[in-house]
C-alpha cells in the first residue's frame, strides 16, 4: 500500500472490453429468455445467479481497469459480505417465526393463484391498526 | 510531456502516485457504503417476498419486461462506452474521451426518460406506493408492497443515476478543459467507477424486479 | 500526596528540560473567524467538533437531569407524560448521536490521527471540513426539531409508531440522516489516510493502538451508517408522505425496522466504545510508563470487535417477536463479542502490573473506566440470555447496563483522554488536584447513580415511564441524587479544563514524558503544518526502555 503502479491495468484492451461487454448483454437476454420458461421454484436462483454473473464479470474486468492489488480489491466484496448478512439473519427470523408474529398473519401465504380473498383493498383476515392522518 | 494540472499534487500527498491511489481507494470504500444504503431495500424485498410470494409475483407480472431487458442493455453498453472512455483519457485522446462520455451520459438520460415513462405508466394505472395504491386489477394483501418496493428502490437507483450522470458530465468538462492529461486521469477514472456501480445495482433490480416468473 | 514517579524522573534524569511556548502553532497562526470556520487544518477542525460536542453534552445532560427530577417521586408533575417522553427522547437522540459517536473519533481522533502517523494531514482535508459542516447542519436540524416540540417515540424510532406520531419527528430523523452523512464522510477519510499516508517505514503492527481503535471504528462507521441512513429516510417518508414498508395495515412488518434499524446501532455502541479503548490502550502505557503488554492481542480484538460487533443486534428484538431460532442464534453470537473485550480488559491490567504509575486524574479515570466495563460488560453478557433478558428488556436494568458502558467506560475514556492529550492540543497544563477530585467524585457520582438502576430493573420497574409504584421510589431518590453528584463532578471537570486555557502552566512538548508518537516531532500545540520533515518515530510506540525527553511544565507568564 505504498506507490501504485498505474501501468499494471493496461493489459485489459478494447477487444478483451467488447467481448465482456458481448457476454454482459447476452447474459441479460438470457435471464430474459429463461423467464419465459416455466421453471417453477428454480426460477430465482437462477436469475440471480445469472445477475451475480454480471456483477461479477462488470466488477472484474470494467471496475479492474481502474483498481491494481491492495485494499481496494477487498472494499466492495466487503460491503457485500455484511449485506448478506443482513439479509440471512433477517431472513432466519422472517422464515422461522411464530405464524401470527407474521406480517401475513394468520392467513395462509399461500392463496390460491389468481384468487384475491372476497372483501376490499386491504384484504386481511386480521384487522389492522387504522393509519392516523 | 505536458506538466501535471495543478489538481494533481495536492500538499499533504508526498507523490501524484500515493494521491491516485488515495483517490481511488476512496471510491472504491464510497461505493461499498453505497451498497449498504441500497441493502435494507434488498432485505425488505427478500421478506416481503417469502411473506407474500404469490402476491409478489402476481405484481411481477404487470412489470413491463421488455422494457427491463431494453433498460438494463443500455445501462450495460453505458458502461462499456465509459470504461472505453478510461482507455482514451489513459492514452490521452482527449476528445476520444470526452466523445465516449458524452455517450453514455445520452445513454444514461435516455435509460431515465424511459424508465420515467415506465413510472408514469404504473402510476395511471393505480399501482401507486404506500397508501395511495388503488390498482384495481390486484388488490392481493402484499401487492401493494411490491410497488412501494418497487419506487422506492428503483428512485433511489435514480437518484444515483443522476448523481452519476452529473459526475460524468463534470469529468467530461474537466477532459473538455484540457485538465486532464495522460498521467493524471484520476476524475474520469473515479467517477466512470462511480457509474459502474449505478449498472451493478441495476444488474440486481432487473431479475428481482422484472423477472418474476408468473405463477 | 506522594510524588509522583514523574516527578522524581524530573529531579533525577538529565532528559528533561523546561517548557517552551512555541512562537507560531495552529491556534495563532491565523485568527480570523473565516480561517477557522474555512480552515483545512484538522488540528482546528478536531477543536471545533470537540467544542461542538461538549455543548450537546451539556445539552443531553439538562435533559438527563430533568428526567431524574421527575422520577423523584412516583405520580409528580414536574413534567407532563409527553414532555417526559420527548426528554427521553431527545436525550438519547443528542448522547448518541450528537455527543458519543463524534466526541472521541472526530474531535480527538481528527486532531491526532496525522500527527500519530507522521502526516501533514488527513488524506482528503476538504471532505473533512465538509464532514464538519454537515455535522453542523444535521445538529441544526436536530434542535429544529427539539424546538418545534421534538420526538416522543424514544432515540429507536420503533414502527408503527414512529410513522403515525403526531410530534416532530420529521426533523430529528432527517437531523440524525445529515449527521450519518458526516460520520461516513470522517469513517472514509480516516480509512484512507491510514492506508495511504503513513509515514515511510511505518508499517500496521507498530501503530499506536489509539490510531487501530479509530480505524476498526472507520470500518464499522463504513459499514453499519448507511443501513441507518436509509432507514430513518425511510420512517420519515412513511410519515410524512403514507409511502412506506412499516404499515401492518397494508402488509408490512414493524420488526422489519427494528432489524435494519439495529443492524446499525448495535455496532453503533462499539463506535462509542472502541475509540474510547483507544484511548485508554494509550492512558495505561502513558501512567504506567510500559508499553502494553500484548499489542498484537489488543489489534485482534479492535479489529474482532468491530468485525462480530455486526453478528448480534437481534439480541435487542428477544420480547419484539422475532423467532425463537433466531433469538438462540444472536444470543450466542453476542457471547462472542464478550471474549474479545475480556482480552483487552486483561491486557491493560497485565500493563499496569510492575509499571510505575502516576495517579494523575487519566489515570483515576481509567480506574474507573476499568471497573465499570467490567461490570457493564457482565451484565451485557447476562442480558444477551435469552431466557433471562425477557424478564429484564424494556426495564432499568438494560438502562443501567448501557449506562455503565456508555458513561461508565465511553464518557470515563473521553474525559481521560482530553485531560491526556489536553497539553498537546491547548499547550496548557490542567490543574491537577481539581482535576483528580473531579475524576473521583465522578466516579463515585457514577456508581450512585446507576447502580440502584440494576436493583430497580431487575425488581421489574420498566423504562420511558413517567410514573411508578411507590414501591420503588427510594431507589430512584438515591438514583437521582447521584445523578447530581455525578453532574457536580463533571461541572468542576469542565471548569478545570477551561480555566486553565487562560491560566494553566506552560506544558512544553511533552510534559508526560509520553513514549506515544504524536508528542514526538510536534510542538505542542503542534505547528500548523505538524512536521517540518518526515518525523523519526521510534520502534514501537510507547518504547519506555529508553525515557522519551519530557518537558517541565512552568507558571504562564502574568
Known amino acids: 500500500m505504498t506507490e501504485s503502479d498505474q501501468h499494471s491495468g493496461r493489459h485489459v484492451g478494447p477487444l478483451t472490453l467488447l467481448v465482456v461487454w458481448l457476454v454482459l448483454v447476452g447474459d441479460a437476454a438470457a435471464n430474459f429468455g429463461l423467464f419465459h420458461v416455466k421453471l417453477g421454484s428454480l426460477q430465482l436462483p437462477v436469475a440471480l445467479g445469472l445477475a451475480t454473473l454480471n456483477f461479477v464479470l462488470l466488477l472484474w474486468f470494467f471496475m479492474h481497469l481502474a483498481e491494481v492489488r491492495g485494499t481496494r480489491r477487498f472494499a466492495l466484496p466487503v460491503g457485500v459480505l455484511y449485506l448478506l448478512l443482513l439479509l440471512a439473519l433477517t431472513l432466519l427470523d422472517v422464515t422461522t417465526r411464530f405464524p401470527p408474529a407474521r406480517p401475513n398473519g394468520l392467513a395462509s401465504s399461500q392463496p390460491e393463484a389468481g384468487a384475491s380473498p372476497a372483501g376490499s383493498e386491504t384484504n386481511r383476515t386480521e384487522p389492522g391498526p387504522s393509519r392516523a392522518p | 510531456m505536458p506538466p501535471l494540472p495543478k489538481a494533481a499534487i495536492q500538499e499533504q500527498f508526498g507523490t501524484p502516485a500515493r494521491q491516485k491511489e488515495a483517490a481511488t481507494l476512496a471510491m472504491w470504500v464510497f461505493l461499498g457504503t453505497e451498497l449498504l444504503i441500497f441493502s435494507g431495500l434488498f432485505v425488505a424485498y427478500g421478506e416481503y417476498r417469502y411473506t407474500f410470494p404469490v402476491a409478489f409475483q402476481m405484481a411481477g407480472s404487470y412489470a413491463e419486461h421488455g422494457l427491463g431487458l431494453v433498460l438494463t442493455i443500455l445501462l450495460l453498453t453505458s458502461s462499456f462506452l465509459a470504461t472505453l472512455s478510461v482507455l482514451a483519457a489513459r492514452q490521452g485522446k482527449r476528445l476520444a474521451t470526452v466523445g465516449l462520455i458524452g455517450l453514455t451520459v445520452a445513454l444514461g438520460t435516455l435509460f431515465m426518460v424511459l424508465h420515467l415513462a415506465e413510472w408514469w405508466h404504473h402510476a395511471r394505472e393505480g399501482a401507486l406506493p404506500g397508501r395511495y395504491y388503488h390498482f384495481d386489477k390486484l388488490t392481493l394483501p402484499g401487492a401493494s408492497l411490491f410497488f412501494t418496493l418497487f419506487y422506492l428502490t428503483t428512485g433511489l437507483h435514480m437518484l444515483h443515476v443522476t448523481i452519476g450522470l452529473a459526475l460524468l458530465s463534470w469529468s467530461a468538462l474537466q477532459a473538455l478543459l484540457g485538465r486532464i492529461t495522460a498521467e493524471y486521469t484520476t476524475p474520469v477514472e473515479v467517477t466512470v467507477l462511480y457509474w459502474h456501480f449505478v449498472d451493478v445495482i441495476w444488474t440486481f433490480i432487473f431479475p428481482l424486479y422484472y423477472l418474476l416468473a408468473r405463477p | 500526596m506522594r510524588p509522583s514517579p514523574l516527578d522524581e524522573e524530573a529531579r533525577a534524569r538529565p532528559n528533561v528540560e523546561l517548557a517552551r511556548w512555541p512562537d507560531v502553532h495552529y491556534l495563532n497562526h491565523e485568527t480570523s473567524v473565516r480561517s477557522w470556520l474555512f480552515t483545512h487544518d484538522h488540528k482546528r477542525i478536531g477543536v471545533m467538533y470537540l467544542a461542538t460536542v461538549g455543548v450537546f453534552f451539556i445539552l443531553g445532560g439538562i435533559y438527563a437531569l430533568l428526567i431524574r427530577i421527575q422520577l423523584l417521586s412516583p405520580e409528580s408533575r414536574f413534567v407532563s407524560p409527553l414532555a417526559y417522553n420527548r426528554l427521553f427522547t431527545l436525550h438519547g437522540v443528542t448522547m448518541v448521536w450528537l455527543f458519543m459517536i463524534p466526541a472521541i473519533p472526530s474531535g480527538l481522533g481528527n486532531f491526532l490521527y496525522p500527527l500519530m502517523i507522521g502526516a501533514k494531514d488527513v488524506a482528503m482535508p476538504r471532505l473533512n471540513l465538509l464532514s464538519l459542516w454537515i455535522f453542523w447542519a444535521g445538529a441544526l436540524l436536530t434542535v429544529i426539531g427539539m424546538l418545534w416540540g421534538g420526538a416522543d417515540t424514544g432515540w429507536t424510532f420503533y414502527t408503527p409508531y414512529s410513522t403515525t406520531t403526531s410530534t416532530a419527528i420529521v426533523p430529528v430523523l432527517l437531523g440524525v440522516f445529515v449527521i450519518g452523512l458526516s460520520t461516513i464522510a470522517t469513517g472514509l477519510n480516516f480509512v484512507v489516510t491510514v492506508h495511504t499516508m503513513r509515514t515511510p517505514g511505518l508499517g500496521w503492527m507498530r501503530l499506536p493502538l489509539f490510531l487501530w481503535a479509530i480505524y476498526g471504528t472507520a470500518l464499522i462507521q463504513l459499514l453499519a451508517t448507511p443501513v441507518l441512513g436509509l432507514t430513518v429516510l425511510l420512517v420519515s417518508i412513511e410519515h410524512f408522505a403514507g409511502i412506506g414498508i412499516f404499515d401492518p395495515a397494508l402488509g408490512g412488518d414493524p420488526i422489519l425496522f427494528q432489524h435494519l434499524f439495529w443492524f446499525y446501532s448495535h455496532p453503533a455502541v462499539y463506535i462509542m466504545v472502541l475509540p474510547a479503548m483507544g484511548v485508554i490502550s494509550e492512558v495505561v502505557c502513558a501512567f504506567s510508563r510500559k508499553n502494553v503488554a500484548g499489542y498484537r492481542l489488543i489489534v485482534i480484538s479492535t479489529v474482532g470487535i468491530a468485525g462480530v460487533g455486526f453478528f ?247
Open chain 3, 312 to 558: 448480534t443486534w437481534g439480541h435487542h428484538m428477544f420480547t419484539s417477536g422475532q423467532s425463537i431460532p433466531a433469538s438462540g442464534a444472536f444470543g450466542i453470537l453476542s457471547m462472542f463479542v464478550g471474549i474479545f473485550t475480556a482480552i483487552k480488559v486483561f491486557t491493560w491490567t497485565y500493563t499496569m502490573y510492575r509499571g510505575a504509575i502516576s495517579l494523575r486524574a487519566p489515570m483515576i479515570y481509567l480506574f474507573g473506566f476499568l471497573f465499570l466495563l467490567v461490570f457493564g460488560g457482565m451484565t451485557g453478557i447476562a442480558l444477551a440470555t435469552t431466557s433471562l433478558d425477557l424478564h429484564w428488556q424494556d426495564t432499568y436494568f438494560v438502562v443501567a447496563h448501557f449506562h455503565y458502558i456508555m458513561v461508565g467506560s465511553v464518557m470515563l475514556a473521553f474525559l481521560a483522554g482530553l485531560h491526556y492529550w489536553w497539553p498537546k492540543l491547548f499547550g496548557k497544563t490542567y490543574f491537577e488536584r481539581p482535576a483528580t477530585s473531579a475524576a473521583a467524585v465522578v466516579g463515585f457520582g457514577f456508581i450512585a447513580t446507576f447502580t440502584p438502576q440494576f436493583y430497580l430493573g431487575n425488581m421489574g420497574m420498566p423504562r420511558r415511564y413517567a410514573f411508578y409504584p411507590p414501591e420503588f421510589q427510594w431507589l430512584n431518590v438515591a438514583s437521582t441524587g447521584g445523578a447530581t453528584i455525578l453532574a457536580i463532578g463533571i461541572l468542576i471537570a469542565t471548569v478545570n479544563l477551561l480555566v486553565s486555557l487562560r491560566y494553566g502552566a506552560i506544558a512544553g512538548d511533552n510534559p508526560w514524558g509520553s513514549g506515544g508518537f504524536e508528542w514526538m516531532g510536534t510542538t505542542s500545540p503542534p505547528a500548523p503544518h505538524n512536521f517540518t520533515a518526515p518525523p523519526q518515530f521510534p520502534a514501537q510506540p510507547h518504547d519506555y526502555s529508553v525515557a522519551p525527553r519530557r518537558t517541565l511544565p512552568r507558571a504562564s507568564p502574568p
